[in-house]
């Protein structure tokens, strides 16, 4: 029997895009998935669109909880407690996949302990909300890199989109409980696997990306302005950046001295905690060897002012 793969899709007044989004998951070269859906209260008709769906009709849709008032976050964060396949997607509302999305991300875990937590993201194409491409790549279009994978890269702010994920039961097991008050659940899950496991990106554009005036958190990052100008206008952005990896290295602290009775922590890790804990030279050092996702400036002030 083919391998298993949950699909966390967390839904909330997405009648624009979902029933687009759910063709796209319809058409997958690999079918043996499972969407599992916990909506946070739609006023639209998003329920009635799920329940309609060719998908939903063939049992291959749960829809677990449609209690609101839970954001974006915690309800993703609940829709992964309901995923128990071998293999976890997260899905946006809003975007569409690929056709051989699955397929392909699949193939990156062939030959690959099952027991290591691995992640594996692709490419994004970015579109209109009528799919009219605007950027080709997201990781060549934007600050963000497509080489984060150690933990010093998610320091300042995350680079790989939930939508773009993939990632085995054991990295579910790594990240989770997700707490109450990090800021994005993708930034968290990247962020810990990096720590105990390996993140494998796949060169391909295997979502359509959509940009639209109700996204959550949009596509960040994309330059618009010059290189001088927006590094100096990054340096307003400390304070927040700073508070934010503060924050999140706090977090990190606890959860990666629980997990490692579980997980082996990698020599990455290791690493990193070695340097953030010495002084300012040491973080300079493994600031030089991160890749950010943000303007240099910031970044570097972020790191020496920890």
């Given at each position: 029997m083919s391998i298993s793969v949950g699909i966390a899709l967390a839904t909330y007044n997405g009648e624009s895009f979902l029933n687009e989004m759910l063709n796209s998951i319809e058409k997958q070269t690999y079918s043996n998935f499972m969407i599992h859906i916990c909506d946070d209260g739609s006023s639209d008709k998003t329920l009635e669109i799920i329940r309609g769906h060719?998908?939903?009709?063939?049992?291959k849709i749960q829809i677990h909880l449609t209690s609101g008032g839970n954001g974006a976050m915690r309800n993703f964060r609940r829709t992964l407690s309901y995923c128990t396949e071998e293999f976890i997607a997260l899905c946006d509302q809003d975007d569409y996949w690929v056709s051989d999305k699955l397929e392909k991300m699949l193939q990156k875990f062939e030959g690959k302990d099952s027991n290591i937590p691995i992640l594996v993201f692709s490419d994004l194409q970015i579109v209109d909300s009528s799919l009219?491409?605007?950027?080709?790549?997201?990781f060549t279009s934007s600050s963000k890199s497509s080489l984060s994978k150690k933990p010093q890269d998610f320091f300042v702010n995350n680079h790989i989109p939930g939508c773009a994920m993939l990632f085995n039961s054991s990295a579910k097991k790594c990240f989770e409980p997700i707490p109450d008050n990090v800021k994005m659940h993708d930034w968290w899950i990247a962020?810990?696997?990096?720590?105990?496991?390996?993140?494998?990106?796949?060169?391909?554009?295997?979502?359509?990306?959509?940009?639209h005036s109700n996204n959550t958190i949009g596509a960040p990052g994309f330059y618009r302005h010059s290189i001088l100008l927006s590094e100096i206008n990054s340096i307003k952005h400390v304070p927040y950046a700073l508070h934010n990896s503060?924050?999140?290295?706090?977090?990190?602290?606890?959860?990666?001295?629980?997990?490692?009775?579980?997980?082996?922590?990698?020599?990455?890790?290791?690493?990193?905690?070695?340097?953030?804990?010495?002084?300012?030279?040491?973080?300079?050092?493994?600031?030089?060897?991160?890749?950010?996702?943000e303007r240099y400036l910031m970044s570097l002030l972020t790191w020496c002012l920890l």
């Open positions: 060719n998908l939903f009709l063939k049992n009219n491409q605007i950027h080709a790549s997201f962020y810990m696997v990096s720590f105990f496991g390996e993140i494998v990106y796949l060169d391909e554009p295997l979502i359509k990306y959509r940009q503060r924050h999140m290295l706090a977090l990190l602290k606890e959860a990666v001295n629980i997990k490692k009775t579980q997980f082996p922590l990698n020599p990455d890790g290791e690493y990193f905690w070695h340097c953030v804990n010495g002084g300012v030279l040491s973080r300079f050092r493994l600031f030089r060897k991160s890749h950010s996702g």
